[in-house]
């Protein structure tokens, strides 16, 4: 697959959701590049330096500044006093030392320019938050959309009362409706109408409405107006919209480099006591991790003994430094968890055993003098040792979520006063073993408190949670009040792990611990930013450091789980040596030398193997001094196998040597005093064995866990030099030698590497740098030691190599240019050094991605290197050396090269894989070179020379010869390495973005030229090259972010500006010699605006390919250039700004020549129904053909939404900004047709700018930003292929940290660390908010209509001044219905007002339109809006009536709008439309000029007529909620304008509208079928007119009318009312009608010989008849009810009688519960009874003051003769106006009787217009009653019987199951009583002869003869159709059929008196009545 197809596959529509392109073969493609860019239409740049000063003048606000680039000096921000430095000589330390102190103690030489944050490429978030806030600060926009519907809860207010009050002065509108239904007559208009206008209140009239000024004075008013308080920074309100991914020119700044941090937390040390308190206790704290099982922080040690406990130590402790009195400490969590302890460890001094010596604090000792009898002898003798005592913790969980780690109950109480006053104190109510064990058992797990993590939903990253409660956590004081005991057994770290775990989650492990009753009180809260009185792990000072008698604050060190791989930043040098285990149970006693029992090891740094060389470099614990030469571990009491826990800290010398070591001695300490004399008493400790470690060797620190044998007696001399573990022959070692000592050593260092392959580097560097080479390689093999140290030095671990690169990238640039020299030869290392520093810069690249590493995938410690950290060697020079050219003996100068001489030179020479590297790492090297390009103009002098004379030409040479190789690679693997490609183009449009500032710029732009050249002649040679352009693209849009992109490009209309064009070749003058226009991207405007023409003619060939990826780059490389001008404060004068749009005016040509690609589906807030549809010349704006004849590109698809919207903004932009002078020369300069286009454009940004509301915004923001964050993934891999730096950044963004780079490479998280992550930044939203949304809307509004106003006014002289002026009265008009502010309407309203005065008759097609917006801003509730709109609308009338003295027209359209708007807007406000012709009344009645004619007169009768249609509104308002007396009422306004065809076909509109809401499509059907019956009476079609349409409907005879009166209706109205009414029927399923529909259609397309549209209605027919089939006998169709309301709360419905026509198969249960229920709401349930029979309602019985309803099912009547015509379903369901229903009753008046006496009654309704009709109830208007008795009934049944035995006897096919069921029915044994029983009351008597015979009884008898034979007939089939096993069955029956006709026979038999009785006629008991 090409990387094309890949492309056009992926790729879709970035701002819709990106839809994808349905055709796959157009999209992604590049028809048309390569004859779009032209190789010999490259043009020559101009020479910039020659003209730029003649262009453009040094005082032009716009010239490039002279002075813009600045070398300073950065200090170093250290937070101690003084930088932290060794004590040692440093002059004897190694050189890696050495060169790591400078490092870390040097200032940075930094390159500062000055305007560079005006530029796009460093537009950070922070300053685009700024630009928000300020954006935010702008005065509010006021929408209508936005109001609180306040109006229409006042109207519902007045509903509810109007409905309380039934017999109101009005009449209601139910006995309107009723009345209109029955007789068809209206109501007529009471005069309260004109008095209650007359008594309301107006707007205020606008006083200048009447004021007669000349067109120009009034336009130069408006145009005044228009300019005040407007926003100047457009496109900062549009900075919401814009990608910031695709933010390609934005570099992340290097931040400064800075100690890492992570979370710090303070620790203050309140109290520390045990119950017994008769000793000193010193105690430890640290933290940590009990899941990783690691140790998170060194130890802070503190005591907090009283002075008199202190005494007891006096002899053993001489001083206590300051510094060891500390009782507060700051820890730092880097790897914040959820499973972080605070444990606490207490010692004592050494007493003996420790159960025994726990024993007294367990037990309430009575005997406490002998307890502190004991501890004050073991002080005075033992004071110097200790022994473990007990241990507690904290969980970090706890600390954060406020609930006490140790207690179950608290109270709360507040600290003394010095403490923190926010701070929690919980102390403990009890302190019982089982509630401690109990606690302890929750610790961490299951804590429910509030705040605490395990509240929350599962957490996504508890660690992240932790993290950011770190930082905000409330100060809290934690109070444990009791200990565990240590276990001697249990001291190491693996055991006190378990017991984390364990308190973790419960178990029985803890309970077997014991507790000390004992306090202590621990503060926690957030580390302050400052500390006062701080100290360093290293004891140095911060700053400010305030009183030195003060106790200081510590901060301890952390050990991280992962330590963060950055730069290191300061001098530390510590190691920690933790002691694990001894095993001297092998040792043997020597005689007198007593027991090795009571263990401790001294531990000591020696220089030397002499006592006196023990150096004062261990740090002191608590209450001691704080240096010392050696340390005691802890004791454990008659144990030879001591697990212990001790840990020392040892400040490492600078200067380690090979001397330098640590030495152990093992001592037995005599703890039990023996009763001897003290002279006689042997010394307290006996040295038992001794051990030692080498800590430096080949230069390397020694590091890691040892297991050390002991030597027995003292170690011989030099033992030093030697491990060991090396058996030095004639030495007694313990336990033979074995390795029974057990150690960690654990280095933090700074200047220590521990890997080998740094360690191999940097002895190479200084062996051959200060000339001491090692014996060991010699001086023959030193050059190739070097080249392989050199060579290797990037395969080490690449997080160490992190930590040191400054030193070590320094030492690379060292060696790159100033090489050494071995034997007087310098070496030829060059090539290796230049590998080894891309290969190192690849490493930390790929060790940062992601994490620390922006878009472009330039890793942040490099870049802070580059422009902090480097130190570049430069030559040594004097003071007249400076000065260019410099001195041949400087530049020949071999001690040192020029660093981007030699990086330029080595770059091009390199091949294979140092080239490869170089690409990969070209960002950083094109960087190295500008910063080295920088220092070198200021200490060479060379910055003050002119650009052209700053660099040699060779250097220049290798730049063009470097770029040209750039480019071509970019070429040549952009389709196997997008990533590598990307990231090339990038970093050369970076490198020329930074040249510009500091080579001649002209020489700039040719090196543009050259790429550009290369890329095209690529690009024109291959089918399918998106990638490349798109690398273009990204390219220009990188060098055109450039803070003096404007400068650069030459602006004219400067003070010295002229328009000579830069580079005059005879070529140009020759071709060019007629200049183009200044909005046309013509030569003259690409070779002068050299920039800006490569940008815009890249878009306008983006626009003409068929690529989104390209259109949408393509524009948003604009639109961003836009957005940082209107950032730039230097570009704020309007002035100015006019002068930098006119570099972007040729946009106007190429948005207008895209203009038909335009996104069309643009979502606007709601419809615009009147002038979308119905003004017709509007649709010619978006076909407006170009001055060419038919548009080229017609057949080319859209743009996507997100261009569109874009490329608008920018075309925005330029009309907002561009000179007034400039505008109208581009406008006098266009065609006709060209400003039909632009007027278009205009059009379509007014559509896509629109404001939605606050609603939508606010509901569409969290979809958008879910959808968006798919969409980026989606379109990087697109763009870039997979894998690109980006992408993968997305996906890490995607993902989360904390699965980014698993396994051993974990990234490191810049948020860990930095101060605990710094301020949040703020995000740039998906979506804007709505104040930004609504400020952008008005202020595009404005500009766009300052833009027609300008057109109006260039064109109104022109020859086509009067159709352009038209089409902006319809831009404007359009404009209006769309949200606007109410400030921008006031402004539209006049631009109105003036066109209407420059129109004149003009205008006179756009009424209709314009009525309908001025009347709906009539209605609005901003008064400034209505007094407006009023206004306008009276200057329409005004004006029509000057110019024909005569208005009617208006009268006639404001009417129609008038009835148009009210049908259709649910929104509006009576109220204020009311206001609005009241204030149009003032205006009549104020118009001095026109009162003496009969203008005012008429204005009223228009006024008054229009207040009628509105109070017609207001009663549709109030039963907007019943849709039945909804339409009852719209039918009756329909009926009102039966005289106005117009304005009936418009409210038959509204009312199918409504059906159509409400899925009645059948009445909907009929509401279209009556408007073209309407338009067919008026067209007198057919010589019939409305009767056209009768088989349709017989109610169509309704649109007849006498006469034919003035109407604007036509055919082309008739075709679309047919062919909407075909539609919706054939919805319904009136398939019949649907073909009558298009009988009446048929013939009028035949005339029109419209061949298409008779083929979609011969397919459609085909439908219909096909449904037809297929349905046979399975369609349904509408349900009938007869509706009776009882009540005077109905008003004037009271009695009335309806059928309603429900959907298909309704029940009567439904539609009771709906009329129920809506009833129940107005009226309440308790008001309301619903009547359930049908029988006659007697109206005395029932309750005054309810609301009864009465419904009853009702079947269609049909004739006996109807029903011989009525043949189908659809035939006796269509076109019905008569409706029955029974009710059954007998003679006493009961409901039911014996079938001797029970009577049915038949009620027969007649409605008064056949079913379905206009709505979906119709007023009975006539009842008929059929009276059947007993023997009636009989036949009746019987007869339907045998019509159910006939039908399933004659089915085809036959059914069986039904045929069964049937029989079943009728003959079954259970039911063949009734017929029988039937015959048995009926017949009989007539049989016996006591009964004479009548005609019925004869009736009755053929009636059961015809019964019998049809159950034989039907019985005779079933035998035909049943299986085997129904046999039994179908003998069953035929038993059961045989007996019923043995038992009929009788009865049913022929007798004479029949015969007699059928000659005599009717017998006298027949009755049949009619009422």
């Known amino acids: 697959m090409t990387l094309g197809r890949k492309y056009q596959q992926s790729y ?145 207010m007045g509903g509810q009362q109007y409905e309380s009050q039934p017999s109101s002065g009005r009449q209601s509108v139910a006995s309107m409706s009723s009345s209109s239904s029955c007789n068809e007559t209206l109501t007529p208009r009471g005069s309260w109408a004109s008095l209650d206008l007359r008594s309301s209140s107006s707007d205020p009239l606008l006083p200048d409405l009447f004021e007669r000024k000349p067109p120009e004075q009034l336009d130069a008013l408006n145009e005044a107006r228009r300019l005040e308080n407007r926003q100047s920074d457009l496109l900062g309100l549009y900075t919401p919209y814009l990608d910031e991914e695709e933010a390609v020119e934005r570099r992340l700044a290097a931040e400064m480099p800075c100690e890492v941090m992570g979370h710090r937390i303070m620790v203050i040390c309140h109290q520390l006591k045990l119950e017994l308190d008769v000793e000193p206790l010193f105690a430890s704290m640290a933290l940590y991790d009990a899941k990783e099982k690691k140790k998170l922080s060194e130890n802070f040690y503190f005591n907090l003994n009283s002075e008199c406990t202190k005494q007891m130590l006096s002899l053993h402790i001489p001083h206590a430094d300051l510094s060891t009195l500390s009782r507060s400490a700051v820890f730092d969590i880097q790897n914040p968890s959820a499973d972080i302890f605070l444990v606490v460890r207490v010692e004592k001094v050494l007493q003996g055993d420790v159960n025994e010596c726990v024993e007294p604090y367990i037990k309430d000792d009575k005997n406490r003098e002998k307890v502190r009898a004991g501890a004050q002898a073991a002080c005075s003798r033992l004071g110097k040792y200790r022994m473990p005592l007990a241990w507690s913790c904290v969980s970090l969980l706890n600390i954060l979520s406020g609930s006490n780690s140790l207690e179950r109950e608290q109270s709360e109480n507040t600290l003394s006063a010095g403490s923190n006053t926010n701070s929690l104190d919980r102390k403990a109510s009890s302190s019982s073993l089982e509630q401690l064990r109990r606690r302890a058992g929750e610790v961490g797990g299951s804590l429910t408190r509030k705040g605490s993590i395990e509240r929350r939903s599962a957490p996504p990253h508890p660690a992240d949670e932790v993290a950011a409660q770190l930082d905000s956590f409330k100060p809290i004081v934690i109070t444990v009040t009791s200990f565990f005991k240590q276990e001697t057994d249990k001291l190491r770290d693996e055991d006190l792990y378990k017991f984390l775990a364990e308190i973790k989650r419960p178990s029985s492990a803890l309970k077997k611990l014991k507790c000390i009753p004992g306090t202590l009180k621990i503060e926690v809260s957030p580390c302050p930013d400052e500390i006062k009185n701080g100290l360093t792990p290293e004891l140095a ?136 004399a003290p002279e006689q008493e042997k010394n307290v400790e006996t040295p038992v064995g001794y051990s030692w470690l080498p800590l430096c060797r080949n230069g390397k620190l020694t590091c890691g866990e040892f297991n050390l044998p002991v030597m027995q007696e003292e170690p011989p001399a030099n033992y030093s030099y030697i491990f060991p573990d090396v058996l030095l022959p004639g030495t007694r070692w313990i336990d033979n030698h074995k390795p029974i000592f057990s150690i960690a050593l654990d280095a933090h260092s700074t200047v220590h590497p521990l890997d080998g392959y740094i360690e191999r580097f940097s002895m190479a560097c200084e062996a051959v740098q200060e000339g001491n080479i090692p014996p060991r390689i010699g001086l023959s093999n030193m050059e190739a030691e070097l080249r392989a140290s050199i060579s290797e030095l990037p395969t080490a671990n690449v997080e160490t190599l992190a930590r040191y690169l400054p030193v070590l990238a320094d030492k690379l640039l060292y060696l790159l240019v100033a090489p050494p020299t071995l034997a007087g030869q310098t070496l030829n290392i060059s090539q290796d050094v230049f590998t080894c520093l891309a290969h190192l810069f690849t490493e930390i690249t790929n060790l940062n991605e992601g994490a620390t590493c922006d878009p472009h995938g330039r890793s942040s410690l490099i870049s802070t290197y580059i422009q902090y950290q480097c130190t570049i060697p430069r030559p040594s020079l004097t003071d007249r050396d400076i000065g260019l050219p410099l001195p041949p003996a400087v530049m020949s100068d071999g001690s040192c090269k020029i660093l981007h001489e030699e990086l330029a030179l080595q770059w091009v020479v390199a091949s294979g894989a140092t080239r490869d590297l170089a690409m990969q790492n070209s960002w950083a090297l094109f960087e190295l070179m500008n910063k080295s390009m920088v220092e070198y103009l200021y200490w060479s002098g060379a910055y003050e020379a002119t650009r052209k004379s700053r660099f040699p030409e060779q250097f220049t040479d290798d730049i063009t010869t470097l770029v040209n190789t750039v480019t071509s690679e970019i ?350 930044l703020p995000t740039s939203p998906a979506h804007p908010l709505p104040d930004l949304s609504a400020t952008l809307s008005a202020e595009v509004a404005l500009t766009l209509l300052h833009a027609i106003e300008t057109i109006v006014q260039t064109c109104n002289n022109l020859d086509s001044g009067q159709s352009v002026c038209c089409t902006a009265l319809q831009v404007l008009l359009r404009a209006l219905q769309r949200n606007q502010s109410t400030t921008v309407l006031q402004h539209m309203f006049a631009s109105v007002r003036a066109l209407i005065l420059k129109l004149g008759w003009s205008c006179c097609g756009e009424e209709w339109g314009m009525c309908v917006v001025l009347l709906r801003h009539c209605a609005a509730n901003a008064n400034a809006t209505r007094a407006h709109a009023s206004a306008t609308l009276y200057a329409l009338m005004r004006q ?74 207001v009663k549709m308002k109030e039963f907007q909620e019943d849709p039945e007396m909804l339409l009852d009422l719209m039918h009756r306004i329909a009926r009102g304008y039966q005289h106005s065809p117009d304005l009936r076909l418009t409210w038959l509109n509204n009312m199918a509208q409504k059906h159509m809401e409400r899925s009645n499509h059948a009445e909907a059907g009929m509401c279209l079928a009556h408007g073209a019956a ?179 099912y009702v079947e269609p009547y049909f004739e006996a003769y109807e029903l011989r015509k009525r043949v189908t379903h659809y035939e006796r369901n269509f076109n019905i106006k008569r409706f029955m229903y029974a009710t059954p009753f007998t003679a006493d008046g009961r409901a039911h009787g014996d079938i001797g006496e029970q009577c049915k009654r038949k009620t027969i309704l007649t409605t008064a217009h056949h079913f379905p009709y206009l709505k979906t109830r119709i007023q009975v208007v006539q009842r008929t009653q059929i009276i059947l008795t007993p023997i009636e009934v009989a036949i009746e049944d019987i007869q339907k019987k045998i019509n159910e035995l006939a039908a399933a006897t004659s089915q085809e096919p036959a059914d069986p199951k039904m045929l069964q069921m049937v029989l079943q029915g009728c003959i079954g044994t259970t039911v ?87 000659s005599n006629g009717v017998g006298k008991h027949d009755y049949k009545y009619q009422a």
């Not at 001094?625 to 050696?630: D, I, L, Y």
């Not at 053929?1902 to 035998?1919: G, P, R, T, Y």
């Open 12 to 156: 879709g529509n970035a701002g819709d959701g990106r839809k994808i392109y349905a055709s796959q073969s157009k999209v992604g493609t590049l028809s048309g590049c390569s004859s779009s860019i032209s190789l010999c239409d490259m043009i020559e740049p101009p020479d910039y330096e020659e003209v730029a000063e003649r262009l453009v003048g040094a005082r032009d606000p716009l010239a490039y500044p002279p002075a813009d680039i600045e070398l300073c000096v950065a200090p170093r921000r250290i937070r101690t006093l003084t930088h932290v430095l060794p004590d040692e000589d440093l002059s004897k330390a190694p050189m890696f030392v050495r060169d790591c102190i400078r490092c870390y103690t040097s200032d940075y030489t930094v390159v500062e320019y000055k305007q560079r944050a005006y530029s796009g490429s460093s537009c950070g978030r922070e300053r685009l938050a700024e630009r928000l806030e300020r954006l935010h600060a702008a005065p509010r926009q006021q929408y209508e959309v936005d109001a609180e519907p306040a109006v229409a809860n006042a109207d519902e």
């Open 541 to 676: 000072k911060l700053n400010p450091y305030g009183d030195d008698n003060v106790r200081p604050c510590k901060e301890i060190l952390p050990f991280p789980l992962a330590p963060a791989a950055v730069a290191h930043y300061q001098y530390r040098s510590l190691l920690y040596v933790s002691v694990r285990e001894i095993n001297l149970n092998g040792y043997a006693a020597r005689a007198g030398s007593g027991s090795a029992r009571n263990i401790t090891v001294r531990i000591q740094l020696m220089s030397g193997e002499d006592q006196a060389m023990a150096l004062p470099n261990i740090f002191g614990r608590s209450s001691c001094p704080e240096h010392g030469t050696e340390s005691y571990t802890t004791v454990l009491y008659h144990n030879k196998n001591p697990s212990l826990y001790d840990e020392i800290k040892i400040k490492l010398p600078a200067d380690l040597g090979d001397q330098h070591h640590l030495l152990f001695t093992f001592m037995h300490v005599s703890c039990q005093r023996k009763p001897v």
């Open 1872 to 1958: 063949n009583q009734g017929p029988l029983e039937l015959a048995q009351v009926f017949l009989a008597p007539v049989a016996e002869g006591t009964q004479p015979a009548t005609r019925l009884t004869n009736k009755l008898r053929l009636a059961f003869k015809d019964f019998s034979k049809k159950c034989q007939d039907a019985l005779k089939k079933n035998k035909n159709l049943i299986l085997s096993d129904q046999r039994e069955y179908q003998r069953e029956l035929e038993r059961t059929l045989q007996r019923f006709t043995e038992r009929l026979a009788p009865l049913v038999k022929h007798t004479a008196s029949h015969a007699a009785q059928l």
């Open 971 to 1320: 070429i040549s693997r952009y389709g196997k390495e997008s990533r590598l490609t990307q990231s090339l183009n990038n970093s050369l449009a970076f490198f020329l973005f930074d040249l510009l500032s500091i080579m001649d710029r002209g020489y700039v732009f040719n090196l543009i030229r050259s790429y550009y050249k290369q890329m095209c002649a690529k690009i024109a040679s291959l089918p399918q090259a998106v990638p490349l352009v798109h690398y273009k693209i990204a390219f220009l849009r990188i060098i055109c972010s450039h803070e003096h992109y404007v400068a650069l490009n030459l602006p004219a209309g400067g003070p010295s500006g002229g328009a000579v064009s830069p580079a005059p070749s005879a070529h140009s003058v020759a071709s060019h010699s007629s200049a183009s226009p200044p909005h046309q991207l013509g030569h003259e405007f690409r070779a002068r605006h050299y920039l800006a023409g490569l940008l815009l003619t890249e878009l306008t060939n983006a626009l003409e390919l068929q690529s989104p990826v390209l259109q949408c780059a393509a524009v948003n490389a604009v639109l961003s250039l836009l957005t940082a001008h209107d950032a730039d404060p230097r570009l704020a004068n309007p002035d100015v700004k006019a002068r930098v749009a006119a570099l972007y005016l040729p946009l106007l040509g190429i948005v207008m020549d895209a203009q038909p690609q335009l996104y069309r589906g643009f979502v606007s807030s709601r419809e615009i129904p009147p002038l979308d549809s119905e003004i017709s010349q509007l649709g010619n704006l978006y076909t407006t053909a170009s001055p060419e004849g038919d548009y080229k590109q017609s057949g080319r698809p859209q743009f996507n939404s997100e261009t569109s919207r874009n490329l608008l903004m920018c075309l925005v932009w330029v009309l907002k900004w561009a000179g007034r002078a400039a505008l109208a020369a581009c406008v006098s300069d266009l065609p006709a047709p060209r400003l039909q286009t632009l007027l278009a454009l205009i059009d379509v940004a007014f559509k896509c700018q629109e404001y939605k509301g606050r609603k939508e915004i606010m509901k569409c923001t969290q979809q958008n930003v879910r959808k968006t964050t798919d969409i980026k993934a989606k379109l990087e891999d697109v763009i870039l292929g997979q894998g690109s730096a980006r992408s993968d950044l997305i996906m890490r963004r995607k993902v989360g940290p904390s699965n980014v780079g698993g396994g051993k490479r974990e990234r490191w998280r810049k948020d860990w660390v930095r101060g605990g992550g710094g301020k949040e």
């Open 1440 to 1513: 029509h009536y000057q110019l024909g003295n005569n208005f009617s027209r208006v009268k006639m359209q404001v009417t129609m709008s008038l009835s148009s708007l009210v049908g259709t807007s649910t929104t509006f406000s009576e109220e204020s439309l009311r206001r609005a012709l009241k204030t149009i009344l003032m205006y009549a009645e104020h118009d001095a000029d026109l009162q003496d004619t009969s203008f005012p007169e008429q204005v009223k009768d228009l006024v008054f007529n229009l207040h009628m249609i509105l109070s017609d509104t």
């Open 1574 to 1752: 309407l338009v067919a009476e008026q067209l007198a079609l057919g010589g019939r007119g409305a009767a056209l349409l009768e088989r349709v409907t017989r109610n169509a005879l309704d649109e007849s009318c006498a006469d034919a009166l003035h109407h604007h209706l036509t055919r082309k109205e008739l075709q679309a009312l047919l062919e909407h009414a075909a539609s919706e029927l054939m919805t319904a399923g009136m398939y019949e009608t649907v073909n009558e529909v298009y009988k009446v259609l048929i013939p009028i397309v035949e005339e029109h010989r419209d061949y298409k549209k008779l083929a979609n209605i011969h397919s459609k027919l085909n439908e219909a008849f096909t449904r037809i089939d297929q349905l046979h006998g399975k369609r349904v169709f509408g349900t009938y009810f007869r509706v009776s309301f009882y009540g005077a709360r109905f008003g004037d419905l009271d009695g009335e009688e309806f059928v309603y026509k429900e959907h298909a198969l309704t029940k009567l249960p439904e539609i009771f519960s709906r009329l129920e229920n809506f009833y129940s709401q107005r009226f309440g349930p308790e008001n309301v009874v619903i009547i359930k029979d049908s029988n006659i309602v007697d109206l005395n019985t029932l309750d005054p003051d309810k609301a009864y309803i009465q419904i009853t």
